[in-house]
């Protein structure tokens, strides 16, 4: 082993790759040859092509879809409430030296929730951004209290997922033409998913208010979008009533951030923003600092 | 013109026709050559063909997407609210002696809404289950408050679409065994959809409970419908507030329908079930006896 790393965030769709050496990233690489993509490569193989070049002995920590049972190696759930230190102490071997992160679950009457893959963005966030607070947005948003030593409990809203799909495969979006941005379309959205108790019944009228000519059909995206997350929040934030003296982390790219950023601020709350990859690094990092102690 | 009537239920995937004769149905009809369906043929050649052998001199009602902007001839909406009597006066001609009965809408701040072909059932179901709030489930289940003479206000909830979106194309329906009848489970998802503030949130639950193996995975549909109908159900009754001594009329299949009564019963609301076309076919006949006065 050097005193190196190689990180790997492996989902679906995606896997993007780091090697860092003495605490630097000395380069990076994508793939399209996500845990559903392998196109009858094995895993090991895929790895060993998006890692050609760089240093042999290395440790490799992977996180995200990997460790499903569609994956490489099923890494088991870790129950929450959990201690972020026993993240790094619950590896996965699937290689000599070449590990995967476990991801998180809940198992409670109310709530069954998992998630792989955010845990370790969470690790980087509460060291980057602390907050009682995080959400950690895409297509399948994660909302998470945790303090500065353990996570408590997760949700997760689907919110991307059903923007994807109502676009995508439902009337909502058949003949429209080109989307643009839009920010008051946004929030005129954001207004409706905010008050509304019936989100489901607000869906339809999306696409009412485009053949009556009530909503530009270039907007519907936007609308919806602030539809959609703007009943996210407020449901979230009614069902969890944080304190709103303290800041929220919302960990993604800072377009999507920023959207739920508007809709928490209208809402009284103060929200900081961090790069999801930034967060990610920071995860694997305290986990590699801890495995190399 | 003589004596008897055609009706023609005309919807997007299907279409469907009955003919009259002194007020007895003499042969019905049925074709999946949908508005969206038509396969390069005129609307008029499609309804040449299923008629074919029926008598030439006879008035043709049609309802539903025929008369949409993507159908044969626009049918302009009625404004809610509207008297039940005005439907049939504003037929739209699109031969002589043929004619498509209108859609309704409503453009309201807090509402943006259309229909078109349940306000043919709806004229229908206040003759034989008379009632001050009727619920039309399908792919996009209508809520309608209404009395004998007016329909006042409406609403679109796209339970039927969601669920069929988010079995066949979101990840809750990845990889799931075939899914079987069960009144059980329904009943378990219905449970948490009525008590939910936050049912976007609880969508990926579904996928999580089995998962983690907390859900059998063959009643993965039956507890999504509870959820979604459970959820609607509850938030459309919130909002209305409507009087629970006074009946429910539901207009559906049986199987459909009873999913809602199910539901209805547990919140103290008594449903009374109306079979579809049996509603379609009183409304038709209203209209083409108004219309031969």
Sequence with gaps: MTSGYIAIDWGSTNLRAWWYQAGECRDRRTSSEGITRLGGKSPAAVLAG?????????????????GSNAGWKVAPYLPCPVHFSEIGSQLTDVL??????????????????????????????????????????????????????????????????????????????????????????????????????????????????????DLPREDVSEYLSGLLIGHEVASMIRQWQPDNRQPVTVVASHSLASRYQRVLDILGFKAQILEGDSAFQAGIRSIADAVAD
Excluded: Y
């Design 50 to 66: 998006i890692t050609v070049g760089w240093p042999d002995n290395i440790r490799v920590l992977m996180a995200g879809m990997v």
């Design 96 to 213: 000599p030296g070449i590990s995967i992160i476990p991801g998180l679950s809940i198992r409670r009457s109310d709530n069954d929730n998992v998630m792989r893959g955010e845990e370790t963005q969470l690790l980087g966030a509460r060291e980057l951004a602390a907050a009682p607070l995080f959400i950690l947005p895409g297509t399948h948003c994660k909302w998470v209290q945790a303090d500065n030593e353990q996570i408590f409990d997760f949700r997760t809203v689907m919110t991307g997922e059903l923007h994807h799909l109502l676009m995508n495969s439902s009337l909502i979006g058949v003949g429209l033409p080109e989307q643009r941005q839009d920010a008051a379309a946004f929030e005129r959205g954001a207004g409706i998913g905010l008050t509304t108790e019936a989100p489901l019944a607000r869906l339809f009228e999306v696409r009412a208010a485009h053949v009556l000519g």
